[in-house]
């Protein structure tokens, strides 16, 4: 497994943007897919957002496509989430995520997770 810290959470208006990073340690990382995920309050968590060892592939949950992107960095062993334009319905914990092999949007299938960063979107 690896471990995972995430930061660059926050409080930010609406129309806003912020840019989470989440940290890896361990060996491997890149042979690690990678996702984001969030949680609000009263919510299950649910998925956002995940990218192929490469960096190449990159794939959306319908809720965020076109205003989240999700990119890596395999030299730092580091994933981000780039969010804009963001929306109080945003507010949330944002966890991120490793799995070995293969893409998924199944929070059941990923065998590391962060602490998690809250981010706050006030309108």
């Known amino acids: 497994q690896v471990q995972l810290v995430e930061s660059g959470g926050g409080l930010v208006q609406a129309g806003g943007s912020l840019r989470l990073s989440c940290a890896a340690s361990?060996?491997?990382?890149?042979?690690?897919?990678m996702g984001w995920f969030r949680q609000a309050p009263g919510q299950d968590r649910a998925f956002l957002a995940a990218i192929n060892w490469s960096g190449i592939n990159s794939y959306y949950a319908d809720s965020v496509k076109g205003r989240f992107t999700i990119s890596r960095d395999n030299a730092k062993s580091t994933v981000y989430l780039q969010m804009n334009n963001l929306k109080p319905e945003d507010t949330a914990v944002y966890y991120c995520a490793a799995k070995f092999i293969g893409y998924s949007d199944s929070e059941q299938l990923y065998d590391s997770w962060g602490q998690g960063t809250q981010v706050t979107v006030s309108s």
């Open positions: 361990g060996r491997r990382f890149n042979s690690y897919v």
